[in-house]
């Protein structure tokens, strides 16, 4: 029989916590084990379920004494603990993990410890303890949830694929050396800057791998896109993506019949107006540059730009421009038009381009539904992972660990730097 420290007559590993869940957070007692002892006790526990897996501790042949699941529930119980750590699933959390800044980009939102400890020194004890509390919470909480995820992952992916991972966290390790200019040195400032030294950086990247690779394993949100769901999301998407306004750009001469200069003998502006645009479109129809000619004869301030009005919504043309959007309407880029008399205006359009109102086809935007597509699978992947996870790490209390973590931070920003 498979006896040692802790053990009963079956050989079962007694958990002194009383509480199996392979999951749980919760305080130690106060009862406080050397190194020596923890160390003895882990290898005596692991030794015995070995035994038992491999031959019910016994040789033989018979069916193991323990299920599968009870097995994972003793392996993973929980240990005695001292008040500054927290037993996760079998792994240790410290003061150091929570004040350690962190690796991950998207983690920047926690205060780094040199912030916390600058609060603390504007603050009492109290304050400080209600002030700083909710950010180290979320950084304790961010903390359980990636040993919870990571000891599912090495559970479900097995060791099989140990020996690449170590050859991707090399190369990840080369990569991060040479983003820091090809300088060792250079390289290990940065890390202790982060708090870190290469062997987490690399413990790091190994848990990030892993995880990311037990997550597409679970959630393959990378999977074939129908032709179905394609077009639901098109549907779901094109009033707020892909509707595209009217626009329309033209260059124009403005006769405006009140500036124009009367020719000799005349007394009629509105006349001398139409036989001013009569010869212009000849002079265009023969081939006269647009440009040049609304920079001569147009009123408009516009006509130092050769004519030329910025793209516009046609809708939005004021009266009298409004007969322009209509009239674009009819016209092909390039086309011109006219004389267009409205109100006291007289027009020539020269249409540069124009765009009807309405959605752009799926044929133009597949990519984009696409990515949409791959988004709100990985989202929803996450959103059912983190949900598992934070079901599984809820377990238990943790204020007496992050009472520790505050009070020691603020003894440390209040305790004198040595003297040099």
Same mark, same amino acid.
């Given at each position: 029989?498979?006896?040692?420290?802790?053990?009963?007559?079956?050989?079962?590993?007694?958990?002194?916590?009383?509480?199996?869940? +392979?999951?749980?957070?919760?305080?130690?007692?106060?009862?406080? @084990?050397?190194?020596?002892?923890? &160390?003895?006790?882990?290898?005596?526990?692991?030794?015995?379920?070995?035994?038992?897996?491999?031959?019910?501790?016994?040789?033989?042949?018979?069916?193991?004494?323990?299920?599968?699941?009870?097995?994972?529930?003793?392996?993973? /119980?929980?240990? +005695? =603990?001292?008040?500054?750590?927290?037993?996760?699933?079998?792994?240790?959390?410290?003061?150091?993990?929570?004040? /350690?800044?962190?690796?991950?980009?998207? /983690? =920047?939102?926690?205060?780094?410890?040199?912030?916390?400890?600058?609060?603390?020194?504007?603050?009492? *004890?109290?304050?400080?303890?209600?002030?700083?509390?909710?950010? &180290?919470?979320?950084?304790?909480?961010?903390?359980?949830?990636?040993?919870?995820?990571?000891?599912?992952?090495?559970? /479900?992916?097995?060791?099989?694929?140990?020996?690449?991972?170590?050859?991707?966290?090399?190369?990840?390790?080369?990569?991060?050396? %040479?983003?820091?200019?090809?300088?060792?040195?250079?390289?290990?400032?940065?890390?202790?800057?982060?708090? @870190?030294?290469?062997?987490?950086?690399?413990?790091?990247?190994?848990?990030? %791998?892993?995880?990311?690779?037990?997550?597409?394993?679970?959630?393959?949100?990378?999977?074939?896109?129908?032709?179905?769901?394609?077009?639901?999301?098109?549907?779901?998407?094109?009033?707020?993506?892909?509707?595209? #306004?009217?626009?329309?750009?033209?260059?124009?001469?403005?006769?405006?019949?009140?500036?124009?200069?009367?020719?000799?003998?005349?007394?009629?502006?509105?006349?001398?107006?139409?036989?001013?645009?009569?010869?212009?479109?000849?002079?265009?129809?023969?081939?006269?540059?647009?440009?040049?000619?609304?920079?001569?004869?147009?009123?408009?301030?516009?006509?130092?730009?050769?004519?030329?009005?910025?793209?516009?919504?046609?809708?939005? *043309?004021?009266?009298?421009?409004? &007969?322009? #959007?209509?009239?674009?309407?009819?016209?092909?880029?390039?086309?011109?038009?006219?004389?267009?008399?409205?109100?006291?205006?007289?027009? %020539?359009?020269?249409?540069?381009?124009?765009?009807?109102?309405?959605?752009?086809?799926?044929?133009?935007?597949?990519?984009?539904?696409?990515?949409?597509?791959?988004?709100?699978?990985?989202?929803?992947?996450?959103?059912?992972?983190? #949900?598992?996870?934070?079901?599984?790490?809820?377990?238990?209390?943790?204020?007496?660990?992050?009472?520790?973590?505050?009070?020691?931070?603020?003894?440390?920003?209040?305790?004198?730097?040595?003297?040099?």
């Amino acid at each position: 029989m498979c006896q040692g420290p802790g053990n009963n007559k079956a050989g079962v590993p007694q958990n002194p916590s009383g509480n199996t869940g +392979p999951y749980s957070v919760k305080h130690g007692n106060s009862h406080v @084990m050397s190194g020596m002892q923890r &160390v003895g006790r882990y290898a005596i526990t692991g030794a015995c379920l070995w035994m038992i897996v491999l031959a019910g501790c016994d040789s033989k042949g018979r069916k193991a004494a323990l299920t599968e699941d009870e097995i994972r529930r003793y392996t993973y /119980a929980q240990k +005695p =603990q001292r008040p500054d750590e927290l037993i996760v699933s079998g792994e240790t959390v410290t003061f150091d993990d929570l004040t /350690a800044a962190s690796f991950d980009p998207s /983690a =920047q939102t926690i205060p780094p410890k040199e912030k916390l400890m600058e609060l603390a020194r504007q603050t009492t *004890l109290e304050q400080f303890m209600q002030m700083a509390r909710p950010q &180290v919470l979320q950084k304790l909480n961010s903390r359980i949830g990636d040993v919870v995820l990571y000891k599912q992952a090495k559970r /479900a992916l097995g060791d099989k694929a140990d020996e690449q991972l170590d050859k991707r966290v090399e190369k990840e390790m080369r990569e991060f050396v %040479i983003a820091h200019g090809g300088n060792d040195a250079g390289a290990d400032a940065a890390l202790q800057k982060m708090g @870190m030294n290469r062997a987490r950086f690399k413990e790091y990247k190994k848990r990030e %791998i892993v995880s990311r690779l037990y997550v597409l394993s679970r959630f393959p949100y990378n999977r074939p896109i129908t032709h179905r769901e394609l077009l639901e999301y098109y549907e779901k998407m094109k009033q707020d993506s892909f509707f595209q #306004a009217g626009m329309v750009q033209f260059r124009l001469i403005d006769i405006q019949i009140a500036k124009v200069t009367l020719p000799e003998g005349s007394d009629d502006p509105l006349q001398a107006a139409r036989t001013l645009a009569k010869d212009l479109m000849a002079k265009i129809t023969a081939g006269e540059d647009f440009g040049e000619l609304a920079k001569k004869y147009s009123h408009d301030y516009r006509s130092a730009q050769g004519g030329l009005w910025q793209p516009r919504d046609p809708d939005a *043309l004021a009266e009298p421009y409004d &007969v322009l #959007a209509k009239e674009a309407q009819k016209m092909k880029v390039g086309d011109v038009a006219g004389p267009i008399a409205a109100l006291d205006h007289i027009f %020539i359009m020269k249409l540069e381009q124009k765009q009807g109102k309405g959605y752009r086809p799926l044929t133009e935007v597949q990519d984009r539904v696409e990515e949409r597509i791959i988004l709100d699978r990985r989202l929803a992947a996450l959103k059912q992972l983190d #949900a598992e996870i934070s079901q599984q790490a809820a377990v238990g209390n943790t204020d007496r660990f992050l009472d520790y973590c505050l009070e020691r931070l603020y003894r440390q920003a209040h305790t004198p730097a040595p003297a040099k």
